[in-house]
């Protein structure tokens, strides 16, 4: 069954590109490939099952971020329209390969955020964020505020995916964001 396999979130369709029925997506990835390849896609408004479509074209915007794709069956402006906010997700069982010390991104949301100096917790990731430069959304233990952390080596200096955790060096004030 299709529908049941493992999905992952790949972008985000953030507006419509001409009249066409093209579409602009947001990816949350670094392998064009997921927007360019041709193939089977889904789509999917949160909190409903995700929709099967075909990829048919796709390319990046000239130095830009985005991608313009078309899908089979969004001829037009309006069907495109409908399609805005959207997640778009490939099988998780379609992950490139990558060499050793590397990981997906996406691995990173519900691994332990540790301080790096004493290893203390102070909580988790909970969600990515692809804005020119990524940014891990961390659940703070106490108090259950949200806090936007840089994904930069200096900030985040070690993941260890297979233990669970990762650790942090913020600099000054960047924790006291959350005690506002």
């Given at each position: 069954?299709?529908?049941?396999?493992?999905?992952?979130?790949?972008?985000?369709?953030v507006?419509?590109?001409?009249l066409?029925?093209?579409l602009r997506?947001?990816?949350?990835?670094?392998?064009?490939e997921?927007?360019?390849?041709?193939?089977?896609?889904?789509?999917q408004r949160r909190?409903e099952?995700?929709?099967?479509?075909e990829?048919?074209t796709g390319?990046?915007l000239?130095?830009?971020?985005?991608?313009?794709?078309?899908?089979?069956?969004?001829?037009?402006r309006?069907a495109?329209?409908?399609?805005?906010g959207r997640?778009l997700?490939?099988?998780a069982a379609?992950r490139?390969k990558?060499?050793?010390?590397?990981?997906?991104l996406?691995?990173?949301?519900?691994?332990e955020v540790?301080l790096?100096?004493d290893?203390?917790?102070?909580g988790?990731?909970?969600?990515?964020i692809?804005?020119?430069n990524d940014?891990?959304?961390?659940?703070?233990?106490?108090?259950?505020?949200r806090?936007?952390?840089?994904?930069?080596?200096a900030?985040v200096?070690r993941v260890?995916?297979?233990?669970?955790?990762?650790s942090l060096t913020p600099?000054p004030?960047l924790?006291?964001?959350a005690?506002g």
């Amino acid at each position: 069954m299709e529908q049941e396999q493992e999905l992952l979130v790949v972008g985000r369709v953030v507006g419509v590109q001409g009249l066409k029925g093209e579409l602009r997506i947001n990816p949350m990835s670094d392998f064009p490939e997921r927007f360019t390849r041709p193939g089977r896609r889904w789509l999917q408004r949160r909190g409903e099952p995700p929709q099967p479509l075909e990829l048919l074209t796709g390319r990046q915007l000239p130095g830009r971020e985005l991608y313009v794709v078309r899908f089979e069956g969004v001829a037009d402006r309006s069907a495109a329209e409908a399609l805005v906010g959207r997640d778009l997700l490939v099988p998780a069982a379609d992950r490139p390969k990558l060499a050793k010390g590397e990981f997906h991104l996406l691995d990173l949301v519900g691994l332990e955020v540790r301080l790096e100096d004493d290893g203390a917790m102070i909580g988790r990731v909970s969600d990515l964020i692809h804005a020119g430069n990524d940014l891990l959304e961390v659940e703070l233990s106490e108090g259950g505020r949200r806090l936007l952390i840089p994904f930069v080596e200096a900030i985040v200096p070690r993941v260890e995916l297979a233990e669970g955790w990762l650790s942090l060096t913020p600099p000054p004030g960047l924790l006291d964001l959350a005690e506002g």
